[in-house]
């Protein structure tokens, strides 16, 4: 299990995101997926973000609690509701679509 965050302390504002990673050791979907995921935090949530990246293959136990499936699964936690995203996370405007996140520098979505 890896854990990066972008603040020490979580925040209850509605600012900021609470991410879970689900994958199965280094598998190319695995690995895009982190890095699709890491690249589309740091532009687009910088420093609003926790992101927790749970290996399936050494911790199976967990995806129980998530009800994963399939594997990579995004799960987003805060702020709720609960939203899952499945896949490499390649479509960058899918994922910020699914995630809620509005793109950083627009303007008017803010």
């Known amino acids: 299990m890896d854990t990066e965050s972008a603040t020490p302390e979580p925040s209850q504002n509605e600012d900021y995101w609470e991410l879970r990673l ?3 050791g280094q598998t190319a979907k695995s690995v895009a997926a982190i890095a699709n995921l890491k690249k589309y935090c740091a532009q687009h949530l910088q420093g609003r973000y926790q992101l927790e ?5 050494v911790n199976p136990q967990l995806a129980e609690g998530d009800q994963i499936l399939a594997i990579p699964t995004l799960v ?11 896949g490499d996370l390649s479509n960058e405007e ?13 303007k ?3």
């Open 76 to 86: 987003r936690k805060v702020p709720v509701p609960i939203r899952k995203i499945i």
């Open 53 to 57: 990246v749970i290996d399936l293959l």
């Open 94 to 106: 899918r994922v910020l679509v699914g995630l809620d996140i509005r793109p950083a520098g627009n």
């Open 108 to 110: 008017l979505a803010q």
């Open 22 to 24: 689900y994958v199965a």
